[in-house]
């Protein structure tokens, strides 16, 4: 089955492909560069994800996935969440990002248990202009005092799942993917684009 992922992010791209396996072949938006980038103007990942899903089903034929996600630390009011990806500003690199957020984080004196945080998920599936299903995910965890581990991408480096004591950049794909709030939500994607392929 062939689907198109609502993004120009190759990380993002790589780990959806290789959540939902061989049996599904997923386009990115640099593929196809008469589609216009989507403006994320919405106040929630679900505003946002379904924005981009029906904004690029309208120019594109076929189904398509658009993933809105971000990073939630409690002792910064939640920050930077839908922000995640620009928290540093419009065209900052991870590394930049993750400054920034160690940098709040110390600056208002968050403690060991004040550490919490949670990365959500919410990815939305359309086809023709038509939101055809919302999937959500979420994994809860803590923030690292530093960045450790080169594997994943964005805040990867800095979360620390509950249950385990590496971060997401120590954790191999497979054991990420198991657990993590994307890993969630596509395996109900998958599940629902199985009962899409038995319909038609």
Known sequence: MQLILATRNAHKL???????????????????????????????????????????????????????????????????????????GQHATDKENIYKLLGEFARVGARENKRSARFRCVLALARDSQILAKFEGTVEGMIADRARGRRGFGYDPIFIPAGFEKTFGELRAEVKNRISHRGQAIRDLAAKLAALESSD
């Open 14 to 88: 790589r780990e959806i492909q290789r959540i939902l396996g061989p049996k599904f072949a997923v386009g990115r938006l640099s593929d196809r560069d008469k589609v216009a980038e989507v403006h994320e103007s919405g106040s929630s990942y679900e505003e946002n994800a379904i924005l981009k899903a029906a904004t690029v089903s309208r120019q594109l034929p076929g189904l398509i996935v658009a993933d809105d996600s971000g990073l939630e630390v409690d002792a910064l009011g939640g920050a930077p969440g839908i922000h995640s990806a620009r928290y540093a």
